[in-house]
């Protein structure tokens, strides 16, 4: 593996290089993901993240999402009697991925080791009781493995808290198959595994769940911009931003894919998480297209059992799985 460190801003920066060709740049701000880089059909090096207007980290672009991704309904949950009053920052009512505190603002610790088969990036912080108005501390660890002999990395989110606490960390890197913007997202085509989806209010917060219409109906791969301007997917999102609730979850299970004609490239995703929320870059004239992965966004309001809370005992472990295919 080729590793070589840069610096953005005032952070950190590392890209692991391996030998068939794939090559991922960190950055230890926000814990993300600056760019991937692979060639395609063509032999032809692309770049396949979509950085908005700004670069790096704008609209949380690339960024580790934390302590939970999406929205969470008047900012305000309850676990075993403790209240957890959040900044209001989705309308002035709800929690949107955790507010002006959000893992993505800050500067982790970078720590790198390899083997033969793969190199570790590991990125530490340290959130005290009280940050973002989350109660309890927990140390984070997120640690992307970008493997030697494969087209592929994963992320591991990792957090060991003193009590019992929420989290729902996912990443938000935006994806173009294409390479270098050559073809819109809309022409690109997309697969989820999921046949329940989420309904939103007008703050795109989740009522239900319900069975997907055929707007969005991805069971079958089809091109992202079929029904993107159909009135039951612009209405308050603009096109899709909305939570996907996966049939199977688990890293033996494809969850979603994303796929250009143009250059050939294929990326598979898999992961332990239930849910996978689509964002197609709907202010930014549809670029990109992002999955995260990630538990129900309103989850502990809506199904405690299952959405990311975790204790000493039971410390949050969850992974997302990129594998990328070049078809000629």
């Excluded at 396949?48 to 690339?62: A, E, F, M, S, V």
């Excluded at 270098?180 to 085509?189: A, K, L, V």
């Excluded at 239900?208 to 039951?232: A, M, N, W």
């Excluded at 143009?262 to 709907?282: A, K, M, Q």
Aim: charged residues 25%; hydrophobic residues 35%.
């Amino acid at each position: 593996m080729k590793i070589s460190y840069g610096a953005f801003e005032e952070a950190k920066t590392v890209t692991l290089a391996n030998k068939v060709g794939l090559e991922i740049t960190l950055c230890a701000l926000g814990a993300g993901i600056m760019s991937v880089k692979l060639a395609d059909k063509d032999g032809v090096r692309r770049e396949l993240t979509r950085l908005p207007d700004g670069g790096y980290g704008k609209g949380n672009n690339g960024l580790t999402v934390g302590r939970t991704a999406g929205r969470i309904e008047n900012a305000e949950f309850v676990i075993d009697g403790r209240v957890a009053r959040l900044e209001k920052n989705n309308k002035g009512v709800d929690n949107l991925h955790s507010g002006s505190t959000s893992f993505g603002t800050k500067i982790f610790d970078l720590k790198v080791s390899s083997n033969k088969d793969y190199a570790d990036a590991v990125f530490g912080y340290f959130s005290p009781d009280g940050e973002g108005g989350f109660f309890g501390a927990v140390d984070i660890k997120i640690t992307y493995r970008v493997y030697e002999n494969e087209k592929r990395f994963s992320i591991f989110f990792d957090g060991m808290p003193d009590s019992k606490l929420l989290l729902n960390m996912t990443n938000h890197v935006g994806w173009d198959m294409s390479g270098d913007r050559r073809q819109p997202i809309t022409e690109q085509t997309v697969y989820i595994n999921a046949d329940k989806v989420g309904e939103l209010n007008e703050r795109l917060i989740v009522q239900r769940k319900i069975d997907c219409p055929e707007q969005f109906d991805f069971t079958t791969p089809r091109k992202l911009g079929d029904y993107v301007h159909d009135e039951s997917v612009q209405r308050y999102t603009f096109g899709y931003d909305h939570p996907f609730f996966l049939k199977e979850r688990g890293l033996d299970k494809l969850a979603c894919a994303l796929s250009s004609t143009l250059s050939g490239i294929r990326l598979d995703v898999r992961t332990t998480y239930p849910c996978v929320v689509l964002f197609g870059d709907n202010f930014g004239g549809y670029k990109s297209a992002c999955f995260e992965c990630q538990y129900h966004p309103n989850g502990v309001n809506d199904c405690p059992e299952d959405c990311g809370i975790c204790t000493p005992d039971k410390p949050y472990h969850e992974v997302i799985d990129y594998t990328f295919l070049i078809k000629n």
